[in-house]
């Protein structure tokens, strides 16, 4: 009969444990901002029910990024300097998006049906989430993952 020999890892430190969770938190506001853009499209084209909720979709994608802000922050801190920049990249993208939105949904909160230019500001926060995520990625599966 063979000997294995047991290999234990070092218990996770609570900082190292909310970076880890990065990944699972990204997710959301990706998700809640795709949804928020369909949501007030529905609204702009009137379809009944939907300006009356346009509060509570804005609310849940703002707080949605909190997480995910947070979460990324911590993991940062982690890599060394070589990995800095496109890190720097990512986090600059992504919190430029999150203030374009909550400059865009400000200004929604005070008119009762969405106008097409504030479609478009969604719609171009949705590129920059997009943007930001692709680098995400890239950082997580390497440069050529998705077509390089």
Known sequence: MEDFEIVTEAAL???ELIGRL???AVHLPIA???????HECAAFFDIKGFRETAPYYIA???LSYLPAIA?????SQ???SDALTRIGEHRNLLLLAFGFLVAVCGRRMMVQRPHWVYLLALLAA???VSLGADIGGKLVYGEDYFGG
């Not at 809640?32 to 369909?38: G, H, N």
């Open 78 to 80: 982690e890599f060394n």
């Open 126 to 128: 949705l590129v920059l």
């Open 32 to 38: 809640c901002t795709i949804l928020l853009f369909l």
């Open 60 to 62: 849940v994608t703002l």
């Open 13 to 15: 430190t609570v900082t």
């Open 71 to 75: 979460t990324g922050w911590v993991r």
């Open 22 to 24: 990065h990944p699972v």
